[in-house]
């Protein structure tokens, strides 16, 4: 018998009827011949609920004590499931991740895995129950309650996958993986696979259904992911390694960020002691720098620019401007109105000329591009927002996304 | 420095405000010099909430999972008082009843305190930190999350002074324990001080603030409970052993139950194996008897009468049909509308009479007497309703309650 782990979302466990329709699914794969886990989120807003109560308390609560309020919506979410898989003739017990053995480390809110102690769950999974697992918490040495901040009910389904050596669906409220935002380009077509190396480009740039540490985690240990909706009875799309039978496409993925600035830094002194006073003085302040090209040195002096978030800027211009005293010569300009555009494909490493034939397609329609980097299987371009639509299109229907 | 320990109702924590109101309490009290353990119930209707999801998915959902599900109530409430205790500058840390070693066995939902094992709460203790355990729960030996049933609260709290050997300060909605209701009676006096047993004699009759196991708890312990208001600055009722200290009144206490039917079986042939038939049938069947009165046999037979919860009504006057069927002779006859009104003290020990006294009182009142049963520290009275206010005013009045 195998076993299978899935996860649903706080979507789909956001009222009674939709936990019922939950355990109905549930049901019809462990009536398919399988043992089952089950993590679950808090339901709906329930979390934000919470939150507002501490907000109103403290405006920066203890963390502690955030993390023991916090967890206690995942507790209301499988008590609930349990009861309806059990009302509809199905042996089931729901665990929260201190008792299911899933062991923290670090500070509260943002705490990570170290081990699973999967003890509890084998016995269960031997009596053929339906083992219910709350998402996002786990415990400390201290046997303190910890929750493990974003993405974090996706890290523990992926973990304790990862420990049972089975696969891990994610069922959630959108059908799978999407070659570019179907909301930005409604031609978009849903990915039947993609490599846990484009998933990963694909989240960091916010363009994934799944948080980047739990698609690592699982291509850590090799274990497929299987995104899927928990409303339709679809096929989604499957995050595995990358094989002989994935068709190395050029280009899988297309993201679009608006939420970065670039910033351009002329006249820098070509001398890498001064660069790195820039980024080290950047660094030391957290700004997340993303893009970064540099031109090479004209007359000794090379241009340097970057993006880095929105939230971030006016910091980032503070650092800057004491740059701008201690080197007089070098001038700064910011630009805010920037579209970042990227191409992601495990092809790349494969297929050289992806990014010339993106620039001869670019130049096509007119496109301006401020900026490129690339890595080995992505391509970024900076571009301005109002070429964001058909640089999106020209792309999209070339490479067929 | 003295350990107290303090217990904080739902009301008393039903919404933020009365959360800070609580911590300021609590910061009065540790400011005078004290080791303070604080237990609090889930806010308001908060358990409500819970059980109507649970309802909504099953008529009868499993009781492990009730109290996966309910337990989540307190762990707000601990969270959230913490919170504010730590915004005004005390330190203080939540523990759950299983963080803080409440052990329980017995079934879901109303499991019984086995051991509490103090480790964790001694050391946060010495670190001087307000400790805030979540009430009315605790942990099985399979680890899982067990509640304690009906004044499951109180009980935590006066199991954890037990273990601290300390007082405990229950702080509810009411100012104290009452001689009798007032508002039944408005000029019902508060009591200073109450013995257990007449307590329990009291909360047994439905007529007490504090649950009867939290009482016989204590009682066990030698550990005095204060009751007192949550939201005015009073002195309160303490609950402790009678003592010299202590003014032995004939009457402490007169509560009043209208929840009670009478049921009389007139010629029940004077043979102990037929009474003993009787109640036994009720017994197997887990109907409730209260006052059970027997006349002395006349022509070889006897009468009895007996009273048992309306709700209970029905299914007792199944059996007792059964019952009529085998001794045909016997006549059943049931009444609706009675009063129990009970009256309490422990000075009704040391001083013969006090039944007799106040039926010569029930009698001046023109008051129709249709039952008495009486145990050592408790007279009970079945009366009609209609005569009940003369009767509790007139007993209020004479003995000053």
Redesign the interface.
């Known amino acids: 018998m195998k076993t299978i782990v899935q996860k649903y979302g706080g979507t789909s466990v956001g009222s ?1 009827d939709r ?2 329709n939950v355990a109905k699914r549930i049901i019809k794969k462990k009536e398919a011949g399988h043992r089952i886990v089950v993590i679950v989120s808090a339901m709906g807003d329930n979390t934000d609920r ?1 939150l507002d ?2 907000n ?3 405006k920066n ?2 963390k ?3 993390d ?2 916090i ?2 919506g995942e ?2 979410s ?3 499931l ?3 898989l ?2 509809m003739g199905h042996d089931a ?2 665990l ?1 991740g201190s ?1 299911v053995g899933i062991k923290t480390v670090g500070g509260h809110t943002r705490s990570k895995i170290s081990e699973i102690d999967d003890a ?1 769950l084998q016995k269960h999974l031997k009596d053929e129950k339906i083992v219910i697992v709350a998402g996002f918490q786990g415990v400390n040495e201290e ?3 910890t929750t493990l901040g974003r993405g974090g009910s996706d890290t523990s389904a992926v973990a304790i996958a990862c420990k049972l050596q089975c696969p891990c669906e994610i069922y959630t409220d959108v059908d799978g993986i999407y070659s570019l935002d179907p909301r930005r380009y409604a031609p978009a077509k849903k990915l039947d696979a993609i490599s846990y190396e484009e998933m990963l480009e694909m989240a960091s740039l916010g363009a994934g259904v799944m948080h980047p540490r739990a698609v690592e985690l699982a291509q850590k240990f090799n274990i497929p992911i299987i995104v899927a909706s928990s409303l339709e009875e679809k096929p989604g799309t499957i995050i595995k390694e990358s094989g002989n039978d994935m068709e190395n496409t050029e280009i899988t993925g297309l993201a679009i960020d608006n939420d970065d600035v670039m910033i351009d830094l002329d006249y820098v002194p070509h001398d890498i002691k001064i660069t790195a006073d820039i980024f080290d003085s950047l660094a030391k302040d957290q700004i997340n720098i993303d893009m970064i090209s540099q031109t090479s040195p004209h007359e000794n002096n090379v241009n340097i620019s970057f993006t880095v978030p929105k939230t971030e800027l006016s910091e980032a211009k503070q650092l800057l401007q004491k740059i701008c005293v201690k080197y007089p010569q070098i001038k700064m300009k910011i630009n805010e109105d920037i579209t970042k555009l990227s191409v992601v494909g495990i092809g790349m490493r494969s297929q050289s000329g992806v990014a010339g034939r993106i620039f001869v397609l670019l130049a096509k329609a007119n496109v301006e591009v401020l900026m490129v980097t690339t890595s080995e299987i992505k391509i970024s371009y900076a571009i301005r927002p109002s070429d964001q639509q058909k640089a999106v299109e020209i792309i999209a229907s070339e490479y067929d996304l």
């Open positions: 009674i936990i019922q919470l109560m501490a109103q308390i403290s609560p203890p502690r004590e955030i023991m309020l967890s206690t507790q209301v499988i008590a609930l349990s009861m309806a059990q009302e017990i729901s929260t008792q509890t046997k303190d309650i």
